[in-house]
């Protein structure tokens, strides 16, 4: 399917590794011309080398901790048109709500919440004048069903969640889209914390914790995150114009609600 993007524009933040370089190389494999983060110059500069290799669309990459006002700065910049911006950062680490002190909650919702919506407020009024744009945050499965251990990142992702779920309403008459991206348990490096909380909780060992989340899973296995990626750049198309304000929680059914 072409996804109408060839020659649109997308930063990707936290795209070094993991769901975040997923959707940026399917971005790319649609045309898109990509600006990538992460913390790491190194692993960065390899990705998007990697990237440009494969694709051969423009990939710029810009080093630093996207929660920085500057490094938002820098990637706006480097983009020049933003088309599409998928947010994206890694959570906080796994631990007991008791352990959380104000300093970890401040860094976690600043992390996960403020800075997602600090760059949308800085792309979302040139997507208007365009007639086009695509916002897609990456958020978690833990938004549906709250997940022991996770309970800072899942707060500061449903504080984003409603916060641009009405902006969602206001822009989509400008062609201007914004959903949400809710991962399950995929094969990332997140998922080597997720196992080891299982561990230490309930006094097992690492490769028992990782069989016992595979097993938990409908589908029995871990998700690939080409399959993420994938759905990003869908969500990023002009086919899904027509769809804004969406949570699509992709977990191989480990998620038992009906709707």
């Known amino acids: 399917m072409d996804l109408g993007l060839n020659g649109r524009t997308a930063i990707v933040c936290a795209s070094s590794h993991g769901l975040g370089r997923a959707c940026a190389a399917e971005l790319a494999r649609a045309g898109c ?15 998007a080398r990697a990237i440009r290799d494969e694709s051969g669309v423009r990939v710029e990459a810009v080093a630093g901790d996207v929660a920085d006002p500057g490094v938002q700065r820098a990637l706006i910049d480097a983009a020049g048109t933003v088309d599409i911006l998928v947010n994206n950062n890694g959570g906080p680490p796994l631990r007991d709500f008791r352990q959380l002190d104000g300093e970890a909650i401040h860094a976690g919702l600043d992390a996960n919440m ?96 990782e ?16 399959e993420f990626g994938a759905a990003c750049a869908f969500l990023c198309s002009k086919q899904a114009g027509f769809i804004t304000g969406q949570s699509l929680l992709i977990d191989g059914g480990n998620y038992a609600g009906i709707m």
């Open 211 to 226: 069989r016992r989340n595979r097993e938990r899973i409908p589908a029995r296995r871990f998700g690939d995150p080409a």
């Open 33 to 47: 011309d990509l600006v990538i983060n992460g913390r790491e110059a190194e692993p960065l500069a390899a990705a």
């Open 114 to 209: 403020v800075a997602p919506i600090r760059m949308v407020q800085q792309v979302i009024d040139g997507m208007i004048e365009r007639g086009f744009g695509r916002i897609v945050c990456v958020t978690s499965g833990s938004v549906k069903a709250p997940v022991a251990g996770l309970d800072l990142s899942s707060g500061a992702r449903i504080g984003l969640t409603g916060f641009l779920a009405g902006i969602a309403r206001q822009v989509a008459a400008s062609g201007v889209t914004i959903n949400f991206l809710l991962p399950g348990l995929f094969a990332t490096r997140r998922l080597e914390g997720v196992n080891r909380f299982t561990a230490q909780t309930q006094g097992i060992d690492m490769d028992e914790a």
